[in-house]
């Protein structure tokens, strides 16, 4: 990766990149030159449309491809139909992710095989499916963690324990692939709310109050702390930025 924020001639798989963070991130490498991956489940108008939009700025910049992260034996083709795309893969962000409350008495092994397969399974065996190429471009992989890995939050458990063994993988990893492909990851605060009703109003305040900027982040800012991590950082591995406010800093 080149150290000038530059991503030319490189290219870059982001699984759940259709919309929301995913989207923000997908941008803003697509803006420093990347080829991208968008990887999606269910997805697919938003995927289409955002490689349309891609591809529109830079034709054959970008392309979609569907999996199910949760089967396990369809994660070495997804990487190999990104290397196919593009003839290389110089990085790998771990994006995709569940997220739904499972109180204590509540939890049962489809929501387990859902938070843990989504938020540390698919991430641990497509980065294993994705180390030979990685190590070929000296490439790099940026996991997208959470603040309450470390803090976990009342309500879900199984969620911030899935998150805590990505964020100790993000570690385990470095170690397994260094010297040659760095791993980071990024943890993001209250950025953008969750689809549903899960955060009322008054939580919602409750938590911004809380960050020491009080006020929420945007994708935006989580897609910058990805572009960094990927070709602004050469001496950075194993390492988590908390994109959060400073609301970890008085938890």
């Not at 879900?156 to 990851?185: M, Q």
Request: glycine share 10%; charged share 15%.
């Amino acid at each position: 990766m080149d150290s000038n924020g530059n991503l030319q001639g490189k290219a870059i798989l982001v699984t759940g990149g259709a919309k929301r963070v995913g989207a923000a991130i997908a941008r803003r490498l697509h803006a420093a030159g990347a080829s991208l991956v968008l990887h999606y489940r269910s997805a697919a108008a938003e995927a289409r449309s955002l490689a349309a939009e891609l591809n529109a700025q830079r034709d054959g910049s970008a392309v979609c491809i569907q999996a199910d992260l949760l089967q396990t034996s369809a994660l070495p083709g997804l990487v190999e139909q990104s290397v196919t795309a593009f003839g290389r893969l110089d990085g790998l962000v771990n994006n995709a992710s569940s997220f739904f409350r499972t109180p204590l008495g509540s939890i049962d092994e489809a929501a387990w095989d859902d938070l843990v397969g989504s938020n540390f399974k698919a991430p641990l065996f497509l980065t294993q499916a994705a180390a030979p190429h990685l190590r070929a471009s000296g490439g790099a992989v940026v996991n997208i963690t959470d603040v309450h890995a470390e803090r976990p939050l009342v309500g879900y458990p199984l969620y911030c324990a899935a998150k805590g063994a990505l964020l100790t993988l993000t570690r385990a990893l470095a170690a397994e692939l260094a010297p040659v492909v760095r791993v980071n990851a990024v943890a993001p605060g209250p950025i953008l709310w969750p689809e549903g009703s899960d955060f009322d109003s008054a939580a919602r305040q409750a938590i911004v109050a809380d960050t020491l900027l009080g006020r929420e982040g945007s994708p935006a800012d989580i897609a910058r702390a990805v572009h960094f991590l990927l070709v602004d950082s050469p001496y950075i591995t194993g390492q988590v930025i908390n994109v959060d406010g400073g609301r970890t800093a008085h938890l």
